[in-house]
């Protein structure tokens, strides 16, 4: 599961970081448009490409519900 918060950590948490190259499965929620994703996962509004070709999208539009891949970037 996600994080709600990337400020909600503590000490000797574990935390699982996917590897480069995988996804991460997102189902899509109320409000979320493909640039949101995009700038919350890559801090850049511009890679919201990235998700629709991972993700099989013909357009830019989600559904809520919809599940998509979020691709892991090689270097952040």
Do not use: C, N
Not at 33 to 39: C, D, P, Q, V
Not at 49 to 75: E, F, M, R, W
Request: glycine share 10%; proline share 8%.
């Amino acid at each position: 599961p996600m994080l709600s918060s990337p400020d909600k950590i503590y000490p000797g948490q574990v935390l699982r970081v996917p590897a480069a190259g995988s996804y991460i499965h997102y189902t899509v929620v109320s409000g979320d448009t493909l640039g949101k994703l995009a700038k919350h996962f890559y801090q850049k509004t511009s890679m919201w490409t990235d998700i629709q070709a991972a993700s099989g999208l013909k357009g830019d539009s989600i559904d809520v519900g919809q599940k998509l891949k979020i691709p892991v970037p090689a270097k952040r």
